[in-house]
């Protein structure tokens, strides 16, 4: 773990207010009102320059200059129940922030907000990439020349520097050197009109416009060749417009509020390409199932589809009575794909039709406050959820003989002597989120005496899902989670509080023919025997029909403690101390256990000699530990 430092103090703060008022005398109210903060930010980061940004200065828009300008403002007017308000806060050309609201005798209400920041991005080197066995420049018993990639169609092996071997995996980074980041802005709009004429009923427009812009990194494999990964430098240029009506009418007893969210998601991005590495020469009882290779020319990756969603939500609140309150929920959604319409094309991602999945969910909860020191809340949650098939027509490919496979599989030899009928390779794809939950659950506060607050949970939550078997995973996964928690104020001063939750949870997500046996047979196949192309130990009996285990990176027990403090000795001096330990395990797996240990901790220490001026010193530390089983496969070919 890399301990990352950093150091942050206010080097500058001045401030001062600018108030107009009328010649009517210092007791008439202000009608203006504003402020101006000129500080400035110091950086003392023990970061190498020409380390990664994304890996300790993740959200630090300067890395050149050691220290920036901080400016803020406001500027506020009232007067004959028209409002207004304004603030600006700018930082750095990446780092700004404005607001405002308009408020029209509280009839009609205006406001937006805009914000920007940088998000520096990992660029990996893929340099541990770059391996290759069993190398060997013998053709082999039916190459027509030696096994390497042929990146320049000359038909040589230029002085060994296209890749030669039974096995390899390599990289080319296309984009090297080049710094990644995103700039995110976003901004929000919303009105609000009270009709006077009917008290209660309130209409309101929302807008909120997003967008995420800069440069990122782009990866892509070409296998059954090489394992090649590509990396590439993408132009990122994404924008996502939601436009959010709504109604609500607020009587003594009872609110209900519909609204409804249009969203669309445009990625106008730069078309990411490549050509993939040809297949490598077909060998003996080795037959070519690829779907594309170079001969298909440019092909599209690093794709985000285009997309629109649409959502009705109904919300009600009745207040029973002085203790008693019942809320409840509607909501349906349906997303579409709209970039999978265009003719029908397997290999750019076009399926004629575009894809929409639907969500309906229904939810309510009874709030019940027995007394002054008990209350209780029992909730419940349903949700299905319905996507749409894909067929997929599998591209015939053809073999060194002349025969094909995928639809056309059933003329090679191969094929006929399995008896597969043509077409036996194409198949649907069923979706794997088709799937109803189930959550049901109740919360208890009680206040035993004052200061200490008691808090105790209990969630049941279920998930069946439609095509588990299509996809490897468990039918159903069941959930129980506890929770125990408490506040004590022990003095003024001083606040404690802890937390416990229990997860225990039946047949985890998990992926089934995942991994080798768990009783090591899985390490009989040694490589090509004798001659390099002998592939009599073929891959199904001693690789693929091998990959008998279930694995999960999720836990079927979990145990988590925290505990926090909040000590103020002064009115000007806080601290802050808090830790969390998790500890959780799947027995439920072939092989060994998953197990996790994870532990983080922390103090803070804040100064604020006035409402202008605060400093801020804190310590966090963070381990997060795995043990699991991996089952490393060999590529012979």
């Given at each position: 773990m890399n301990l990352i430092k950093r150091i942050f103090s206010i080097g500058l703060v001045v401030c001062f207010s600018v108030i107009l008022q009328n010649d009517l005398g210092i007791a008439e109210e202000k009608e203006?009102?504003?402020?101006?903060?000129?500080?400035?930010?110091?950086?003392?980061?023990?970061?190498?320059?020409?380390?990664?940004?994304?890996?300790?200065?993740?959200?630090?828009?300067?890395?050149?200059?050691?220290?920036?300008?901080?400016l803020k403002g406001e500027l506020g007017f009232e007067k004959d129940g028209l409002a207004f308000k304004g603030e600006a806060h700018y930082q750095y050309v990446d780092e700004q922030e404005y607001g405002a609201i308009l408020d029209l005798k509280r009839i009609l209400r205006l406001k937006t907000d805009y914000s920007r920041f940088l998000h520096r991005l990992d660029h990996d080197e893929l340099e541990n990439l770059n391996a290759h066995i069993f190398s060997n420049t013998d053709p082999g018993p039916s190459a027509g020349k030696g096994y390497f990639v042929d990146f320049n169609g000359d038909g040589t092996n230029n002085k060994n520097e296209e890749i030669v071997g039974s096995a390899a995996v390599y990289h080319t980074d296309?984009?090297?050197?080049?710094?990644?980041?995103?700039?995110?802005?976003?901004?929000?709009?919303?009105?609000?009109?009270?009709?006077?004429?009917?008290p209660g009923l309130k209409l309101s427009f929302s807008h909120r416009f997003e967008e995420r812009k800069g440069l990122d990194q782009a990866r892509t494999m070409s296998k059954c060749s090489a394992c090649h990964i590509v990396a590439d430098s993408k132009s990122i240029d994404e924008e996502t417009n939601d436009y959010m009506?709504?109604?609500?009418?607020?009587?003594?007893?009872?609110?209900?509020?519909?609204?409804?969210?249009?969203?669309?998601?445009?990625?106008?991005?730069?078309?990411?390409?490549?050509?993939?590495?040809?297949?490598?020469?077909?060998?003996?009882?080795?037959?070519?199932?690829?779907?594309?290779?170079?001969?298909?020319?440019?092909?599209?990756?690093?794709?985000?589809?285009?997309?629109?969603?649409?959502?009705?939500?109904?919300?009600?609140?009745?207040?029973?009575?002085?203790?008693?309150?019942?809320?409840?929920?509607?909501?349906?959604?349906?997303?579409?794909?709209?970039?999978?319409?265009?003719?029908?094309?397997?290999?750019?991602?076009?399926?004629?039709?575009?894809?929409?999945?639907?969500?309906?969910?229904?939810?309510?909860?009874?709030?019940?406050?027995?007394?002054?020191?008990?209350?209780?809340?029992?909730?419940?949650?349903?949700?299905?959820?319905?996507?749409?098939?894909?067929?997929?027509?599998?591209?015939?490919?053809?073999?060194?003989?002349?025969?094909?496979?995928?639809?056309?599989?059933s003329r090679s030899a191969l094929g006929a002597a399995e008896g597969l009928q043509t077409g036996f390779w194409d198949f649907t794809r069923k979706s794997g989120y088709d799937l109803d939950i189930t959550t049901l659950g109740f919360d208890v506060a009680w206040?035993?005496?004052?200061?200490?607050?008691?808090?105790?949970?209990?969630?049941?939550?279920?998930?069946?899902?439609?095509n588990a078997e299509e996809h490897n995973v468990p039918d159903d996964t069941t959930e129980h989670t506890i929770k125990l928690s408490g506040d004590w104020r022990v003095m003024h001063s001083l606040k404690l509080g802890f937390g416990y939750k229990l997860e225990l949870v039946d047949d985890p997500?998990?992926?089934?023919?995942?991994?080798?046996?768990?009783?090591?047979?899985?390490?009989?196949?040694?490589?090509?025997?004798?001659?390099?192309?002998?592939?009599?130990?073929?891959?199904?009996?001693?690789?693929?029909?091998?990959?008998?285990?279930?694995?999960?990176?999720?836990?079927?027990?979990?145990?988590?403690?925290?505990?926090k403090a909040n000590w103020m000795p002064i009115t000007v001096l806080s601290t802050n101390v808090y830790a969390k330990y998790k500890m959780a395990e799947n027995d439920d797996v072939d092989g060994n256990s998953w197990e996790q240990d994870l532990f983080s901790g922390g103090i803070n220490v804040v100064l604020t000699p006035n409402e202008k001026i605060s400093f801020v010193a804190g310590y966090d530390y963070f381990n997060d530990k795995y043990e699991s089983m991996y089952c490393i496969a060999i590529y012979d070919g």
């Open positions: 203006y009102e504003g402020s101006v903060s000129i500080g400035g930010i110091f950086v003392m980061d023990d970061i190498d320059s020409d380390e990664d940004g994304a890996k300790g200065t993740e959200y630090n828009s300067v890395l050149d200059n050691t220290g920036y300008w901080d296309l984009g090297a050197g080049d710094e990644y980041h995103i700039m995110r802005s976003e901004w929000n709009n919303n009105a609000v009109l009270h009709i006077p004429q009917i009506p709504k109604v609500s009418l607020n009587t003594e007893n009872f609110a209900i509020e519909y609204s409804f969210l249009h969203r669309d998601f445009d990625d106008k991005s730069e078309d990411m390409s490549v050509v993939y590495n040809n297949l490598a020469t077909t060998h003996l009882g080795f037959t070519n199932r690829l779907q594309f290779d170079g001969r298909d020319g440019p092909l599209p990756y690093s794709k985000t589809p285009d997309s629109q969603k649409d959502a009705h939500t109904l919300k009600a609140k009745w207040n029973v009575n002085r203790t008693n309150t019942v809320t409840a929920a509607l909501v349906y959604s349906q997303s579409t794909n709209k970039s999978t319409d265009g003719p029908y094309d397997i290999l750019t991602g076009n399926l004629n039709d575009e894809l929409e999945m639907d969500s309906t969910a229904i939810m309510a909860r009874w709030h019940n406050r027995v007394s002054r020191k008990l209350s209780f809340n029992v909730f419940g949650k349903y949700q299905t959820i319905d996507n749409d098939d894909a067929f997929i027509d599998v591209v015939d490919r053809t073999n060194a003989d002349g025969t094909t496979l995928g639809d056309g599989y206040r035993p005496m004052h200061g200490v607050t008691l808090r105790g949970a209990y969630e049941f939550h279920y998930e069946d899902r439609e997500y998990a992926l089934k023919f995942a991994v080798c046996a768990p009783d090591g047979s899985y390490g009989e196949y040694g490589g090509p025997p004798g001659s390099l192309y002998d592939y009599s130990r073929s891959y199904d009996p001693t690789i693929y029909s091998k990959r008998v285990g279930t694995r999960s990176n999720l836990p079927e027990t979990a145990h988590e403690f925290s505990f």
